[in-house]
């Protein structure tokens, strides 16, 4: 008997000690990775496949049970409980939510308009870790409107019999702040007074974090900056000192390589090789090859950054690009000069461009033969979206524009127009997107090789067609380009918890082959989205379809909005 009861005991203790899969029911409202990362067993992400699904010994679940029910209450779910069985070889952890607290009013005592940072409005789910943030989310947005000594009081009031939430937030901003005295600190190699020409600010200037922020990527742009430090925390009444420190790499040669895949490309390869800091004051100059399957290329490049928010590059490739019905061999170089102007850049450069069309199938379409052209280009560019990956605010505008004049260095007189601009907005469905973009070409003398007419389909066109494949096609079924062009694009894109969101986009392209559009003839294409939110980027694979037939349709995969 004694050793039955033994036995007992020993089979009780190693099942309790073997781990068994956990599963959750009844949550609703919060997401099962989320749950698993309270309990300290992260679930693997979708591509790591060789990792077992979240396990737990059966005898330490008890004592995790208050962690979820705290982590409920803290999402404000007050009456949340929490319970687990093992069933079929493996624990399930039962959920009962129950009613949420609710906001039932949102006061703001505040000189400037808070409304767009405060995430809360009656009736919405009292979420604790949201109102914490929330209080961030305002000083900052004082301290990009100039105060620097702000006082915030910031309450919550919870009754938890009537499921109800009162908010209150109370600032007391003090007296507008300005930049004060301002240091740089460099290493010999580089002239502080290149640095200090990169800060978007100066001494006297009205303070702002968002400026701070912005010094801070305009110094990073330049590739042999290791490391910055912008200290603005001391603060003399309402003058605000900065001390910035910079470091660059003690080994600026920098090697590269890497592979990918794209639906417009396929198969990419990269290698490369650059100084970072060649000779000193953060110039660079580098050689980089790329092969993908359709273009391939070798670029010699150079750039020096100048004074004043200024930066001078010189750049020499030669490439070889593979379109529908005829090949192009082309030996390029640019110089540029690029201006900052916070928030707006601009750009002039001239282009020389000596393009060979080779294996045509269509000599109306794409003659072959050698071009070239010196084309002097303009730009202009604002962007003020709050991320460069996955913008969820803000705006961009882009203006463009080429040209050059037939004569004994060039073979045409032409221009080439190209325009776009992108907005987003939060709703309450998600972030709401959209694009335009717009583009014309007029030749008045001579030609200018095929692969200057714009190409639509494809991921960053209409996304119900694959690259370069929408629009007319000449008898052997190849795109032959348009002259003009007009894309409207509309995305909402909504949150499936932390990790996930889909989208829904709608595409709209018009070509020409004059030097406008026609707008009477629209390629529609429509599509659901789905987005992996990675630590670099949202992971996206989206599929679009003609809204015409449905059997046209067309698979796209890349890393980070499109837009």
């Given at each position: 008997m004694k050793r039955v009861v033994a036995l007992c005991l020993l089979f009780s203790w190693l099942?309790?000690?073997?781990?068994?899969?956990?599963?959750?029911?009844?949550?609703?409202?919060?997401?099962?990775?989320e749950l698993y990362e309270v309990m300290g067993i992260p679930k693997p992400l979708f591509f790591e496949f060789w990792k077992e699904e979240p396990r737990l010994e059966p005898d330490k679940v008890k004592a995790l049970l208050p962690s979820l029910e705290n982590y409920y209450k803290s999402r404000g779910f007050?009456?949340?409980?929490?319970?687990?069985?093992?069933?079929?070889?493996?624990?399930?952890?039962?959920?009962?939510?129950?009613?949420?607290?609710?906001?039932?009013?949102?006061?703001?005592?505040?000189?400037?308009?808070?409304?767009?940072?405060?995430?809360?409005?009656p009736g919405d789910r009292f979420d604790a870790e949201t109102f914490v943030k929330s209080k961030e989310k305002i000083k900052r947005f004082y301290t990009d409107h100039h105060y620097c000594n702000v006082q915030l009081d910031a309450k919550a009031f919870v009754d938890i019999e009537k499921n109800e939430a009162y908010i209150v937030y109370d600032v007391v901003p003090g007296e507008a702040c300005v930049f004060g005295e301002i240091t740089v600190k460099t290493p010999e190699s580089v002239d502080p007074r290149i640095i200090e020409s990169l800060l978007m600010f100066r001494e006297g200037d009205p303070y702002s974090t968002e400026l701070i922020r912005r010094s801070y990527r305009e110094i990073y742009a330049n590739e042999g900056v290791e490391r910055v430090n912008i200290d603005d925390n001391d603060r003399q009444g309402?003058?605000?000192?900065?001390?910035?420190?910079?470091s660059t790499y003690e080994k600026p040669l920098h090697f590269t390589a890497g592979a990918g895949y794209s639906s417009d490309e396929g198969i990419n390869l990269q290698a490369g090789v650059k100084h970072r800091n060649f000779l000193g004051n953060l110039k660079t100059v580098g050689l980089d090859a790329r092969y993908s399957q359709i273009?391939?290329?070798?670029?010699?490049?150079?750039?020096?950054?100048?004074?004043?928010?200024?930066?001078?590059?010189?750049?020499?490739?030669?490439?070889?690009?593979?379109?529908?019905?005829?090949?192009?061999?082309?030996?390029?170089?640019?110089?540029?000069?690029?201006?900052?102007?916070?928030?707006?850049?601009?750009?002039?450069s001239i282009l020389f461009d000596r393009i060979e069309t080779r294996n045509s199938n269509d000599p109306d379409n794409f003659p072959n033969g050698r071009i070239l052209l010196v084309s002097p280009q303009l730009g202009w560019e604002v962007d003020r979206r709050?991320?460069?990956?996955?913008?969820?605010?803000?705006?961009?505008?882009?203006?463009?524009?080429?040209?050059?004049?037939?004569?004994?260095?060039?073979?045409?007189?032409?221009?080439?127009?190209?325009?776009?601009?992108?907005?987003?907005?939060?709703?309450?469905?998600?972030?709401?997107?959209?694009?335009?973009?717009?583009?014309?070409?007029?030749?008045?003398?001579?030609?200018?090789?095929?692969?200057?007419?714009?190409?639509?389909?494809?991921?960053?066109?209409?996304?119900?067609?694959?690259?370069?494949?929408?629009?007319?096609?000449?008898?052997?079924?190849?795109?032959?380009?348009?002259?003009?062009?007009?894309?409207?694009?509309?995305?909402?894109?909504?949150?499936?918890?932390?990790?996930?969101?889909?989208?829904?986009?709608?595409?709209?392209?018009?070509?020409?082959?004059?030097?406008?559009?026609?707008?009477?003839?629209?390629?529609?294409?429509?599509?659901?989205?789905?987005?992996?939110?990675?630590?670099?980027?949202?992971?996206?694979?989206?599929?679009?379809?003609?809204?015409?037939?449905?059997?046209?349709?067309?698979?796209?995969?890349?890393?980070?909005?499109?837009?």
């Open positions: 099942f309790a000690a073997t781990p068994l899969p956990v599963v959750f029911e009844g949550n609703r409202h919060i997401d099962d990775t007050y009456h949340a409980r929490a319970n687990a069985v093992v069933q079929k070889g493996r624990i399930v952890i039962k959920i009962e939510e129950n009613a949420p607290i609710r906001v039932a009013d949102v006061a703001t005592i505040s000189p400037l308009d808070i409304g767009s940072v405060v995430p809360f409005k309402n003058r605000v000192p900065v001390h910035v420190t910079v273009k391939q290329f070798v670029r010699f490049s150079a750039e020096m950054p100048l004074t004043h928010h200024n930066r001078l590059g010189a750049y020499a490739e030669a490439r070889k690009e593979v379109f529908d019905g005829y090949d192009e061999y082309a030996v390029s170089a640019t110089f540029t000069l690029k201006h900052l102007r916070h928030p707006h850049y601009f750009q002039e709050d991320s460069f990956l996955d913008p969820t605010r803000g705006y961009r505008l882009e203006v463009n524009g080429m040209g050059s004049v037939r004569s004994g260095l060039s073979d045409a007189t032409y221009y080439k127009l190209y325009g776009s601009g992108s907005f987003h907005k939060k709703t309450a469905l998600g972030i709401a997107s959209a694009r335009l973009k717009l583009g014309s070409i007029d030749v008045m003398d001579g030609r200018i090789p095929p692969s200057y007419r714009f190409y639509a389909g494809g991921m960053n066109s209409n996304r119900a067609w694959n690259y370069r494949q929408l629009g007319p096609k000449n008898r052997y079924g190849d795109p032959i380009g348009a002259y003009s062009i007009a894309e409207a694009t509309f995305e909402m894109r909504m949150f499936l918890g932390d990790t996930f969101r889909w989208v829904l986009f709608t595409d709209v392209t018009w070509l020409g082959q004059e030097a406008y559009p026609d707008f009477g003839k629209a390629y529609v294409g429509v599509g659901p989205g789905f987005r992996y939110m990675s630590p670099m980027g949202p992971i996206a694979l989206d599929v679009g379809f003609d809204a015409n037939d449905f059997g046209q349709f067309a698979f796209h995969f890349h890393i980070g909005e499109l837009f």
